[in-house]
């Protein structure tokens, strides 16, 4: 069965420092990978999603990028934190009709 | 562009029957998912439509009708447990790529 790991569950990070969430797809070869954001209180927000290794396509322009190095890794990293950081990171996989979430990071930034 | 909207809270009684609308526009849709997704916890899935029609799973149906962007999420008796925000999400194909837009999602209360 797929399965898809995310991590860390939760994080505080004080603002100007680095950040890099990892996520990881068992169980399938080839899926399409996505990270959102979740303010307090708002809806799902698509940041990147990634068809491939090495293929991101950004949603939104801000203070974040992703990178696709392997087939079943996506991360989602930053070089400079903002307050505004702020919210649930969810990475999502879909393949077909199946589309599912990570447990999520809950970043603090500080 | 695209719209998603659905209402953002209801409130039901134990034992009922409660329906969550969802309407949407958008270019390239290909298919509509819903989500539950309890306070501080990351969503589960719970269906998805691409045809039009009634799916039913257990006590959650999910409707679509493609001609009217327009979806719901039925839920019949009604747990406690059924208190969470419930997110419909639209598919979207353009250029090969397969893109998932969320709504803000509802929030049910399920009250004794």
């Known amino acids: 069965s797929q399965t898809i790991h995310q991590w860390p569950a939760t994080l505080v990070q004080p603002v100007g420092s680095p950040l890099s969430l990892e996520c990881t797809v068992e169980?399938?070869?080839?899926?399409?990978l996505y990270w959102y954001r979740q303010a307090a209180g708002r809806g799902l927000q698509l940041l990147f999603y990634?068809?491939?290794?090495?293929?991101i396509s950004s949603e939104v322009p801000q203070n974040l990028s992703a990178s696709r190095p392997q087939d079943r890794q996506f991360i989602l990293s930053s070089k400079k934190l903002l307050l505004s950081d702020s919210g649930f990171y969810l990475c999502a996989w879909k393949q077909g009709a199946n589309a599912f979430f990570g447990q999520g990071t809950r970043l603090t930034v500080v | 562009g695209q719209n998603i909207d659905q209402p953002t809270e209801m409130t039901a009684t134990e034992g009922a029957i409660v329906q969550i609308n969802c309407t949407y526009q958008t270019s390239g849709f290909n298919g509509l998912f819903w989500y539950q997704q309890h306070a501080g916890e990351a969503p589960t899935f719970l269906s998805y439509?691409?045809?039009?029609g009634l799916e039913e799973k257990g006590r959650f149906s999910s409707f679509l009708s493609r001609s009217k962007g327009y979806s719901y999420l039925l839920l019949k008796e009604l747990q406690m447990k059924d208190s969470a925000s419930y997110l419909c999400?639209?598919?979207?194909?353009?250029?090969?790529?397969?893109?998932?837009?969320f709504g803000t999602g509802t929030k049910l209360q399920v009250i004794p």
């Open positions: 999400a639209v598919r979207r194909d353009s250029g090969g790529y397969q893109k998932v837009t």
């Open positions: 169980g399938t070869s080839n899926p399409n």
């Open positions: 990634s068809v491939g290794i090495g293929q």
């Open positions: 439509n691409v045809l039009d």
